[in-house]
């Protein structure tokens, strides 16, 4: 079963930041959060991951509280193409064969 | 980011045909490969794990008879749907692993009619 909690949708005006909860209070110290995205009909994209501390790429940054519970992911200008079902997932890093496993998402609608 | 390659994008068959569907990896050796499915307006669900010169690890309740999966080479595995049927059309994804991070193909529509 997936271990994450995520509100099922979300809206954000355009060029305004979206910021994206995720619960995962059972999360194990060797398990990292990784955020996917799935825009309809297409494979997921993967956005970032991180254990502990904040991270930040050129798509996203990830908010990791300091007991690991729960995550924020953070879109800083959101556009109409952000518009997506944004998953959160906790992985064990390292091992190929670790499996991802989906939960539900959050669908994020970025209106205009 | 690594690439993975899924053909075909989208496939229209009869009942009782077979279908196959290939993904490969295109910049990066996978010796681990996910098969999943998605229904419409459902998150994906994992059917099973293929590994590089080994059985293919399936997933509870996921029929390894109606879906043959076959991992030959690092870069590439194939699923093969069996006798497919109109209760079997779906979004079929795969994706190929580094240790660090999981990257998808681009889906295959199946539609069984």
């Known amino acids: 079963d997936a271990k994450t909690t995520q509100p099922p949708s979300m809206d954000c005006a355009e060029g305004r930041a979206a910021n994206l909860p995720c619960n995962h209070s059972t999360i194990s110290g060797n398990e990292y959060v990784y955020w996917y995205r799935q825009i309809h009909s297409q494979g997921p994209q993967y956005i970032i991951h991180?254990?502990?501390n904040n991270e930040t790429n050129e798509m996203a940054s990830l908010i990791i509280t300091e007991d690991r519970k729960s995550s924020t992911l953070i879109l800083p200008h959101a556009t109409l193409r952000d518009t997506a079902v944004y998953y959160c997932?906790?992985?064990?890093?390292?091992?190929?064969?670790?499996?991802?496993?989906f939960g539900t998402g959050t669908l994020l609608a970025v209106q205009p | 980011g690594a690439v993975v390659s899924q053909h075909p994008s989208r496939v229209i068959c009869k009942s009782g045909t077979s279908v196959k569907i290939e993904c490969r990896s295109l910049d990066f050796q996978a010796t681990t490969m996910f098969w999943y499915r998605q229904f419409p307006k459902q998150s994906l669900m994992l059917m099973a794990t293929s590994n590089e010169g080994s059985k293919a690890t399936y997933e509870q309740g996921v029929e390894k008879d109606k879906f043959l999966i076959n991992h030959a080479s690092l870069t590439l595995s194939t699923l093969t749907v069996t006798s497919a049927h109109p209760e079997d059309s779906s979004f079929y994804i795969c994706s190929g692993t580094t240790n660090e991070k999981l990257f998808f193909g681009s889906g295959t529509q199946l539609s069984v009619l």
């Open positions: 991180g254990l502990k």
């Open positions: 997932i906790v992985r064990r890093y390292g091992g190929a064969t670790n499996k991802l496993i």
